[in-house]
């Protein structure tokens, strides 16, 4: 291998390409582009250079200045279905290469730490065009080092990659160099380029800044790929802010200059996200994995499917602002005054309300925006309002136990981010924000940057300027998936009934809010006028299309009990709390029990339904899942040889039955007991959850749902992507209940279709309903009909996921011919034991598995929001499930 250059602190030194073992604190750079890589050994970095251009020559910075793409590109814009573009993160780092280290992390975790994933993409980079190494020579001192560093790397030749930075700017011979961001549009066309490849860096502080003859031109230039890659390419760029507050941090007093220059006119305009940094790129201390964790949440988030008004599922309101949910208001100056209060808070709510206008940074941004810097002290208001958001989650996040699934990259999930409701209140609305003017447009500017942290849920009162509220919603439905809460309070003055609800509809914001909010006043509570709000919410609902949760609250204490009305997304106090955030609040634990009382909340029955079931996890599960969010709910288990006897009994009949889970083998035969299927459970032919739900008459009616498929779905489109490629199969062993769901699944994945059974009858009557073709045997023998070898050489098509529904006690094995390339996802639904002889075999090959175990907490998470009406412990689920699946030591 040719021999390049790398740069570390300034020095510069030949080295052979080196190959990333694992992701650690030691980065390199890919220069226009060069391979970013870490060894697991660590200490090394190492960059090998491949400039590209349109015609695969380097560019020199003098041709980059102001460098325009090329006619052909198309104007793009960042969407966020389907995307498979490279991430961009862009910034100034300090000394702890913040921006290259981040790079590498979330460029491992976005495919789920794979090593072998990540050797085959670096494969394909250097086969891409303008791949080549180029050699060049450097002083003796430096070869010498870069010797010692040469002979390691090649021990580590054989070491798998883990992950890949992409970095815009480069430094040889002939002085710096930028990318040509021509070339990324390329590699993204001809798919070399994607989300999992690698991820683009642009750090206006790389070692070929320090050289003050090419500044200007090199932030002219790397300013021109920015705005490029955004505008034109539409990629999802990320700013991250690093700004150390000690002195010795590394970033020297002219890239702090520098970073004051661009900030606004670069980093800010040509990026959607924001993630802050101060001094953990450089701290001895375990706070680098809250910062590494914090954009896996944010890039999370943003690849969400965006927030449909009026929807249902992930990441919409109907869940997130659900049924018996609350958030937090926190009222103090700083942040960390909350410390001592955050883990019991967080046994309570649901979310935490961010009250960015009762923020010390909050008066020191208006100060400085009205250019009374004096009073600011050299700080960053802006920086720190975002940074205090951060330190709010990492202080949530060892206790977030209520906090709903975030679906991340491959096989990823993140389950301790509390969502945050990310508030500015204005001083006419209950807060302390001024509204005049001024304040307003200052107020929309701290929204927008709430939507650069990627906040969960943005309040968004209703009253404002509408061209202000415009480009702020259009903003949020264009590039970002924060939940919308519109809001309006009346403060000090009663309205009607019908001002009450023209309130509601003004706060749908002309259909684009996705939860409504309105606070009203009453000045007495003679006739029950502490319930108008809760009333109004009602009627409002009634009028405009689609549905969307509708929160209603009275001011003060006579308002206490509109508290305990509200049904959804309440806010709260709490009892460790040495003040309330406004008077008449209630904590959620008083809440619930005025909700027990009245009767809101009755304390509902759940069970499994089967027979043999000792061995069921379930009650465990949901049990758990019903005592983390303060239901009052049980769920046991209902074991009988028919289902008749279950229907007739007392669980099925008590009026507070709830819905119950069905197994085996009962998932047929109580299909004729429930009063309507859904389209999954008529299609798979089984019902494994019945819910019950009340019409308008208050009659009970009972519907039949199936999850399974939902258990099989999941795990699966989180590791698959969502792009499918022609030829790309699903083989399902097993012709029963759940083989039926897995074809179900596999369908809606865009998979085609292999079944095989050993009763050939079984396959034929799944791919006669669900479609694609029976095996006759699994041998490969392309000559042999109907074999899986001859299917497949066929069609062209290769196994690209197995699903075993088969028993454990078959102790079936894959054909090591399946097994002999490409490697494909191996799921089995046995949940014990952990290990079956499938599983043991393909993990030996180095196949990505699914174990039933995850099959079990997803479709447990789906069964739990059915019958609750709110976001899923999934945390919780899933430890529970674990902690009983898991083997132990005699196992």
């Known amino acids: 291998m040719e021999m390049r250059r790398y740069i570390r602190g300034g020095v510069m030194a030949p080295l052979n390409l080196c190959v990333i073992a694992m992701m650690v604190s030691a980065v390199t750079s890919f220069v226009t582009p060069t391979l970013s890589t870490s060894v697991i050994s660590g200490g090394v970095v190492a960059e090998s250079s491949r400039s590209y251009t349109k015609s695969g020559v380097t560019t020199p910075l003098s041709a980059t200045v102001d460098a325009e793409v090329e006619s052909s590109s198309k104007k793009s814009s960042f969407k966020f279905d389907n995307y498979d573009k490279p991430i961009v993160l862009l910034g100034l780092s300090s000394e702890g290469n913040e921006l290259q280290r ?23 980079l250097e086969r891409s065009q303008g791949a080549l190494l180029v050699a060049e020579d450097d002083d003796d001192e430096d070869n010498e080092d870069a010797a010692a560093e040469s002979k390691a790397s090649d021990e580590q ?236 989650r990492f202080m949530c996040r060892p206790n977030a136990q209520r906090a709903p699934a975030l679906p991340f990259a491959g096989s990823g999930i993140i389950d301790d981010a509390l969502p945050i409701v990310y508030t500015v209140r204005t001083a006419h609305q209950a807060g302390t924000w001024p509204d005049d003017e001024e304040g307003i447009k200052h107020m929309f500017d701290l929204l927008e940057l709430g939507l650069r942290s990627g906040a969960e849920v943005l309040d968004v009162e209703s009253a404002w300027d509408a061209k202000l509220t415009d480009k702020l919603m259009k903003r949020a439905k264009d590039r970002h998936t924060s939940l919308i809460l519109g809001s309006h309070h009346v403060v000090g003055e009663e309205v009607s009934m019908d001002e009450a609800i023209e309130l509601y509809r003004q706060c749908r914001m002309d259909g684009r809010a996705h939860g409504a909010k309105v606070v009203l006043s009453i000045n007495g509570n003679d006739n029950d006028e502490d319930q108008l709000a809760y009333k109004a919410s009602i009627a409002a609902a009634k009028m405009d299309k689609p549905e969307i949760p509708n929160i209603g609250l ?137 819910i019950v739900k009340k019409d308008k008459k208050g009659t009970r009616v009972l519907i039949g749902d199936n999850t399974d498929w939902k258990g099989i779905y999941n795990p699966l489109r989180r590791r698959i992507g969502d792009e499918i490629k022609s030829g790309s199969y699903a083989l399902i062993l097993g012709g029963g209940g759940t083989a039926r769901a897995a074809a179900y699944a596999a369908t809606k994945l865009g998979l085609d279709r292999i079944y095989y059974n050993r009763t050939p009858e079984k396959a034929q009557d799944l791919a006669t309903e669900f479609g694609g073709s029976v095996a006759s045997s699994l041998s490969d023998d392309a000559d042999t009909k109907n074999s899986l070898g001859a299917i497949l050489a066929e069609n062209q098509g290769n196994v690209q996921v197995v699903i075993s529904t088969l028993p454990a006690a078959a102790e079936f094995e894959l054909p090591e011919w399946i097994l002999s390339s490409a490697l494909p996802i191996v799921f089995d639904v046995n949940y014990k034991p952990y290990n079956t002889a499938l599983l043991l075999q393909t993990t030996a090959k180095g196949c990505d598995v699914v174990r039933g175990s995850e099959m079990l907490w997803e479709q447990g998470v789906g069964q739990f929001e059915l019958w609750t009406g709110r976001t899923a412990p999934y945390g919780v689920m899933k430890k529970v499930v674990l902690e009983n699946c898991l083997p132990t030591e005699a196992d």
Request: charge should be negative.
């Open 554 to 690: 009275i001011l003060g204490e006579d308002g206490s009990y509109s508290r305990i009305l509200n049904p959804r997304f309440t806010p709260v106090t709490h009892e460790t709390l040495p003040f309330k955030a406004a008077p008449g609040q209630l904590t959620a634990a008083e809440i619930m029990a005025g909700r027990l009382l009245t009767g809101q909340v009755p304390t509902e029955r759940y069970a499994i339904l089967g027979h043999n079931i000792a061995y069921s996890v379930s009650p465990q599960m949901q049990g758990s899942a019903f005592a983390a969010v303060k239901l009052p709910h049980t769920y046991t288990r209902a074991d009988v040889e028919t289902v008749e006897e279950f229907v007739e009994g007392p669980i099925w009949n008590d009026d507070n039955f709830g819905g119950c889970s069905v197994t085996i083998p009962h998932k047929a035969n109580i299909i004729p007991h429930v009063d309507v299927l859904t389209d999954a459970a008529k299609e798979i032919g089984s019902v494994n959850t019945v």
């Open 102 to 124: 981040l790079a590498l992390s979330l460029s491992a975790s976005l495919v789920g730490n794979n090593p072998q994933t990540m050797q085959s993409t670096l494969d394909k």
């Open 157 to 392: 030749q054989q070491q798998q990659v883990a992950g890949i930075s992409l970095s815009a700017v480069g430094l040889d011979e002939e002085g710096p160099f930028v990318l040509d961001a021509g070339l990324i549009g390329e590699l993204i066309r001809e798919k070399t380029l994607s989300l999992t490849s690698g991820v683009v860096v642009l750090d206006f502080n790389h070692p070929a800044f320090h050289n003050k003859e090419f500044e200007v031109d090199l932030i002219r230039a790397l300013s021109s790929v920015a705005k490029q890659l955004y505008e034109e390419l539409g990629l999802l760029s990320v700013y991250v802010n690093v700004q150390p507050d000690d002195a010795d941090s590394g970033m020297s007093d002219k890239a702090k200059e520098r970073k004051d220059m661009i900030e606004k006119d670069v980093l800010i305009p040509f990026s959607d996200y924001e993630i802050c940094v101060k001094n953990e790129g450089t701290a001895d201390d375990s706070s680098w994995d809250n910062i590494e964790w914090e954009l896996q949440r944010m890039i999370g988030r943003a690849l969400l499917a965006p927030p449909v008004v009026g929807g249902t599922g992930t990441n919409s309101a109907d869940l997130m602002m659900g049924l018996n949910t609350f958030f937090l208001s926190l009222s103090f100056p700083h942040v960390e005054d909350a410390s001592p209060y955050i883990e019991q808070m967080c046994l309570d709510v649901d979310s935490m309300e961010y009250r960015v206008d009762l923020l010390q940074a909050a008066k020191d941004y208006l100060a400085k925006a009205s250019g009374d810097d004096d009073s600011c002290n050299d700080k960053d208001p802006r920086f720190d309002i975002l940074y205090q958001q951060q330190r709010l």
